[in-house]
Nanobody, 122 residues
Framework: QVQLVESGGGVVQPGGSLRLSCAAS????????MGWYRQGPGNKRELVAG???????KYAESVEDRFTISRDNAKNTVYLQMNRLKPEDTAVYYC????????????????WGQGAQVTVSS
């Protein structure tokens, strides 16, 4: 049974930082691409960042100079470091496993976490 458990969400002021974590079990983590998606109020779920099994990263244009995705295969965990947060970053952030992320392709995988709320507000 695949489980993805997010943590690290919360409320932060504009300009602040948060780090999300996603701990995975039930998959061979080192062989799976991982992604972070988000869904804000009234919006569709969108890709924020993805990281391949080999460590290649891909970002949405809106976050690529502020957010960093990374993975620790020894801990079966993927991270999303979010800096210089803006109110428009407010959303539920979801961890995803088993997708494909390359220069030409972004494809989500079949496994999802439960989501972590991030609220950016003064």
């Amino acid at each position: 049974q695949v489980q993805l458990v997010e943590s690290g969400g919360g409320v932060v002021q504009p300009g602040g930082s948060l780090r999300l974590s996603c701990a995975a079990s039930g998959i061979i983590f080192s062989m799976n691409a991982m992604g972070w998606y988000r869904q804000g109020p009234g919006n569709k779920r969108e890709l924020v960042a993805g990281i391949s099994a080999g460590g290649r990263t891909k970002y949405a244009e809106s976050v690529e100079d502020r957010f960093t995705i990374s993975r620790d295969n020894a801990k079966n965990t993927v991270y999303l470091q979010m800096n210089r947060l803006k109110p428009e970053d407010t959303a539920v952030y979801y961890c995803n496993a088993g997708g494909i992320y390359s220069a030409d392709i972004s494809r989500l995988g079949p496994y999802w976490g439960q989501g972590a709320q991030v609220t950016v507000s003064s």
